[in-house]
């Protein structure tokens, strides 16, 4: 290796090369490219082997090379304390600092095996080169190298300006696009890949690991990791207070180790680490989680590391917090839609499963609630000597509350049943046993009737439900029967209603649901269609007249959602022998 300037008549003129560092300075503004061209220029002035341009962290005070040729790897990972070694006095000083031989010089720091002489000239850091050949550095080297530097101090200068503000600009547009992104996600684990994904686009980690604090909130478990690009699943737990990430969650703080050996805190669970960087997840100023990134490389992870990522980790706690709450709401909603199923099959088997056969009379019914399972209900219990009891009825509210309000009614129904009373009697005894078991804003209205079907007669009592309809004749008749809702008042009297029905005879019961149904347009179904439905299939039979009214009130309310439960019993008087009977 020999210098240029050790020949005179290969001396470049100090012109043109000052020509050649202005345009580096007025042509880029790339630090990468300011700092490798820096190094060509050197070269045409000394033709070196090992070089390096060190720039000074001012806050800590340590030099660190930025750019090299001709050093190992691993050194290039050093940091040079100010005042230390011929490059740290150099910055110290500010000074040029020349070495013929640095093995005389105590204050040299290997690098490099068998270098003699070394060369630093101070700008925003250093310039420094080295050599294996004694005295090869020259004053001329020196003074020409100070000239340069003093010309690149203010581009480098500004070329790192330029890289912080850049880097800057484009961290903040990624935490932006990466905080509008991580708010659309409520799949957590889904999240939290996400979360794996885009935080490389800031920090190429090589270790990533979100752990969530357990419901006891003295453990943090592994919800999520990555090594080297692979999603791992880890069951290793971490106290709280242990480990780094234990440290984090405990002080609130984030915490940055440039060398995991030499940290009392770090739990091996990578051999290959070298360096940590945790923070913290804390919503609502609860801390939920940590964030734990690793690196293979000692120092790997900087200031700057930090502060993004304690800026990025409010909006993931909000996003993690969000995605958490999003799946406890739908585990709860699973679980209310397996315990509505089972309700819903509860209610259906508590209405009767075979309507009765009966030699006079045929009876038809069908119940549709608004929601899952609703509050109306219709009964049919056996009495003696050929008679039955007929229920419909229709419990404030709907859901599940009115559904178990629904429920205890046709309990209290069935226990007054063995006793046979008649409608008025069976309507005061419900209401008597509701009041005892009063409950806010409950009531039931009811219609309460009795078939003899050896004597064809219908008593009917009613306690609030849509009056019914009576067809004989061809004619509909509405019953004027009406009467307090049970369960409002501790006694109540109820009036009672006789009919002799003769064959083709019809009465019709429904619940609320089926007049109140409304179209687009806010319309009610009402008792006028009601009405005629009924009598264009009176003729017919008690079938075509549920069948008939649930097909005109879906066609009328059809585009809507069903508002209210809809219930529509229909007995009808036949000539004789068994007439089939049918529950839709």
Known sequence: MGSVLSKPEQQLPVE???????????????????LRRVAEIVR???????????????????LRIRFQVGYPPDFSERKIKVGQGVTGESAQLRQAILVDDVTDD???????????????????????????????????????????????????ENAQLYTRTTRQARILLLLNEISRELTSILNLDELLGRIAELLRRLIDYQMFSILLLDPSGEKLQHRF?????ENIHLKHEVPLGRGVVGHAVETRQAVLVQDVRKDSRYIELNPETRSELAVPLIYKDKVIGVLDLEHTRRGFFTEDHKRTITTL??????????????????????????????????QMRLLPQVLPTMAHLEVAAKFVP????????????PYSLSRLGIVVGDVSGKGAPAAIYAALVSGILRSHAPIEPAPAEMLSAVNLSLAERRIEAQFVSLIYAVWDDEHRTLTVANSGLPRPIYVHDGKNEVIEATGLPLGLFDEADYDEFEFKMKTGDMFVFFSDGI????????????????EKVVADCASQSADCVVDSLFK????????????????????????????????K
């Open 552 to 583: 005109a009130v879906a066609e009328h309310s059809a585009g809507m959602e069903t508002f209210d439960d809809q219930t529509v019993v229909a007995i009808q008087v036949k000539s004789g022998g068994a007439a089939p009977s049918r529950r």
């Open 313 to 346: 980790a409010a909006q993931m706690a909000i996003a993690i917090e969000n995605a958490r709450l999003y799946e406890e709401i739908a585990r709860q909603e699973r679980r209310l839609e397996r315990d509505l199923a089972l309700a819903r099959e509860l």
């Open 515 to 530: 007049l109140d149904a409304r179209n687009r347009n806010g319309d009610m179904f009402g008792r006028g269609r009601v």
């Open 106 to 156: 105590p204050r040299y720091i290997a690098g490099v095996p068998n270098v003699r002489a070394e060369l630093a000239v101070p700008l925003i850091g250093v310039i420094d080169l080295e050599a294996q050949e004694a005295g090869y550095f020259t004053e001329e080297h020196k003074r020409l190298l100070m000239l340069i530097a003093s010309r690149l101090a203010g581009g480098i």
């Open 370 to 381: 608004a929601r899952a399972i609703g509050g109306d209900l219709y009964d049919l219990i």
């Open 44 to 62: 045409k002035v000394i033709d070196y082997e090992i070089f390096a341009i060190l720039l000074l962290n001012e806050k800590t005070q340590e």
């Open 16 to 34: 043109p090369l000052m020509l050649e560092v202005a345009d580096v300075l007025a042509t880029s503004l790339d630090l990468d490219t300011t």
């Open 225 to 229: 990791s990555l090594r080297f690009h």
